[in-house]
Nanobody, 123 residues
Framework: QVQLVESGGGLVQPGGSLQLSCAASGSIFSVDTMGWYRQAPGKQRELVASLTSTGNSNYLDDVKGRFTISRDNAKKAVFLQMNSLKPEDTAVYYC?????????????????WGQGTQVTVSS
């Protein structure tokens, strides 16, 4: 199994910054795409940003220029630096990681989710 542990959420004023972190552990053979999703009350979960193992990134239009995704492959960790936060960024943020894991001497694909961390942007 692959476990993800998130940290870094909280309450911040509009215009402020937060950094989210997510670390993967378990029987991991490889880590492919790492990403961050968010879900606001009454809304569907949406992709905020993703980053492949080859360095290709993708961002939700609403966060382009404000959020930056990065990863530390040695630590199997992904980060989301969020600047110029707006009230509409308020949501539970989830990290998502996919790749290959070792299970019973075979390689199997995994797609794991973090437990979610609350980000609230309010004055």
């Amino acid at each position: 199994q692959v476990q993800l542990v998130e940290s870094g959420g909280g309450l911040v004023q509009p215009g402020g910054s937060l950094q989210l972190s997510c670390a993967a552990s378990g029987s991991i053979f490889s880590v492919d795409t790492m990403g961050w999703y968010r879900q606001a009350p009454g809304k569907q979960r949406e992709l905020v940003a993703s980053l492949t193992s080859t360095g290709n990134s993708n961002y939700l239009d609403d966060v382009k220029g404000r959020f930056t995704i990065s990863r530390d492959n040695a630590k199997k960790a992904v980060f989301l630096q969020m600047n110029s936060l707006k009230p509409e960024d308020t949501a539970v943020y989830y990290c998502n990681v996919g790749g290959l894991m070792v299970y019973l001497r075979t390689y199997q694909r995994y797609n794991s989710w973090g437990q979610g961390t609350q980000v609230t942007v309010s004055s």
